[in-house]
């Protein structure tokens, strides 16, 4: 029993929350905002090593920290016009400090998907989070 709770009490977890809306409003400009957070408890992490990248068809887009928020990450995307769902994901990298030595490790979102939606002909438009 006392090494269970060893072994509990060394793990650490990290989890990516979706903050993006499963449906967005058609755009003119044809750029989207998507949105997560990321929260980690290994006190290795070197939060200063932290690139975000949302991956949509095959690019990488890079996400910025937002000012009023730690840990929330941020970015437009591009949605070529006429597309009405697209898939994407989450990719978090970032370094950790070992002992006598540095580390590199990543953490991959499941799959997320957004509609593209046209207030015109929807009426009242309420946005739904996942």
Same mark, same amino acid.
């Given at each position: 029993? *006392?090494?269970?709770?060893? !072994?509990?009490?060394?793990?650490?977890?990290?989890? $990516?929350?979706?903050?993006?809306?499963? +449906? &967005?409003?058609?755009?003119?400009? *044809?750029?989207?905002?998507? #949105?997560?957070?990321?929260?980690?408890?290994?006190?290795?992490?070197?939060?200063?090593? $932290?690139? =975000? $990248?949302?991956?949509?068809?095959?690019?990488?887009f890079p996400m910025r920290q937002?000012? !009023?928020?730690? *840990? /929330?990450? +941020?970015?437009?995307? =591009? $949605? =070529?016009?006429?597309? /009405?769902?697209?898939?994407?994901?989450?990719?978090?990298?970032? +370094?950790?400090?070992?002992?006598?030595?540095?580390?590199?490790?990543?953490k991959l979102s499941p799959p997320?998907? &957004? /509609?593209?939606?046209?207030?015109?002909?929807?009426?009242?438009?309420?946005?739904? /989070? #996942?």
């Amino acid at each position: 029993m *006392g090494v269970m709770v060893f !072994l509990l009490a060394g793990c650490t977890t990290s989890t $990516i929350t979706n903050l993006t809306p499963r +449906e &967005l409003s058609w755009s003119q400009t *044809g750029l989207y905002q998507v #949105e997560a957070m990321y929260q980690s408890n290994q006190r290795t992490l070197d939060t200063g090593s $932290i690139k =975000p $990248i949302v991956i949509f068809n095959n690019q990488a887009f890079p996400m910025r920290q937002t000012q !009023l928020t730690e *840990g /929330r990450w +941020e970015t437009l995307i =591009p $949605i =070529p016009d006429g597309t /009405r769902v697209i898939n994407y994901h989450f990719k978090f990298d970032y +370094e950790y400090s070992a002992v006598l030595m540095r580390g590199a490790d990543s953490k991959l979102s499941p799959p997320y998907q &957004l /509609r593209i939606v046209d207030d015109s002909t929807t009426g009242n438009f309420l946005m739904r /989070r #996942e």
